[in-house]
């Protein structure tokens, strides 16, 4: 049996549905995981016999615990029972629900159990928040020190805008992350970082100089990766870290002499 998978968004559930519907497929479930940004739902049906009852399945990404959807009951009433579970065990909020037994299909000794996690999970969430973090503030510090060298490189050619103070810049994001919760916080920093790049890339253009590159930043960034890695493969990428370095230091040697 052919298994075949489609991510979708909130407001594709019930056209899929119908769509499905009118097709005679049959519902088999909505399945519900606990992801770490949120709960992702996959709504499965399977084909009639003339299309080798292949099954389908489509994924809804990182429901949060506010966020709305709707009832497919409005085309397969027999999707009650696992909308009831969804709501009762993952707190996922399912609206207009034919057979609804407000939060009372299943007695269970506290809200949403199916959504906690361990103190290990949790402390790795944390953990990651807290590199990306240490990451961004390391990248601030790189851009900042390139874009003075963008500056000093373009001389009279271009007149440069006003430099970021990126140091500055990440302090105010990583106080505006301190109030957020480790997942968010980490999307939050990423976000920083990848706007701190295109900035000094958008500068480096501009200048028509190439930025050197911080080396210590970018071992900083490969130490980091490596840290979560067996220690055979963490030493293979920084061999190959290290052998990158001393080709671009032999490269602009090279360059400098001629």
Request: charged fraction near 30%.
């Amino acid at each position: 049996m052919a298994q075949h998978f489609e991510d979708i968004s909130i407001d594709d559930i019930l056209s899929v549905a119908e769509r499905e519907h009118e097709a005679h497929s049959r519902f088999v479930q909505v399945l519900c995981i606990n992801g770490e940004e949120g709960i992702d739902l996959v709504y499965s049906y399977q084909k009639t016999a003339d299309q080798g009852y292949a099954m389908h399945n489509y994924r809804v990404h990182g429901v949060k615990p506010e966020t709305h959807i709707p009832s497919v009951t409005k085309f397969y009433l027999v999707a009650f029972p696992f909308e009831n579970e969804a709501h009762d065990l993952f707190g996922v909020q399912v609206d207009d629900i034919a057979i609804d037994f407000k939060g009372g299909f299943y007695k269970v000794a506290m809200d949403k159990p199916m959504t906690v996690i361990s103190p290990a999970q949790k402390a790795a969430r944390e953990k990651a928040a807290k590199l990306a973090a240490a990451k961004a503030a390391k990248a601030a510090k790189a851009a900042q020190e390139a874009a003075s060298k963008t500056e000093a490189a373009a001389g009279e050619r271009v007149q440069a805008a006003p430099a970021i103070d990126w140091e500055a810049e990440c302090a105010k994001v990583e106080a505006k992350c301190a109030n957020l919760d480790a997942d968010k916080a980490a999307k939050v920093m990423a976000a920083f970082e990848a706007k701190m790049k295109k900035a000094q890339a958008e500068a480096a253009k501009a200048a028509d100089v190439k930025p050197a590159v911080d080396w210590e930043a970018e071992r900083a960034k490969v130490e980091a990766k490596c840290a979560n890695l067996p220690e055979d493969k963490a030493a293979k990428v920084m061999a190959a870290f290290e052998a990158k370095v001393r080709a671009a230091q032999g490269d602009a040697s090279a360059k400098g002499g001629e």
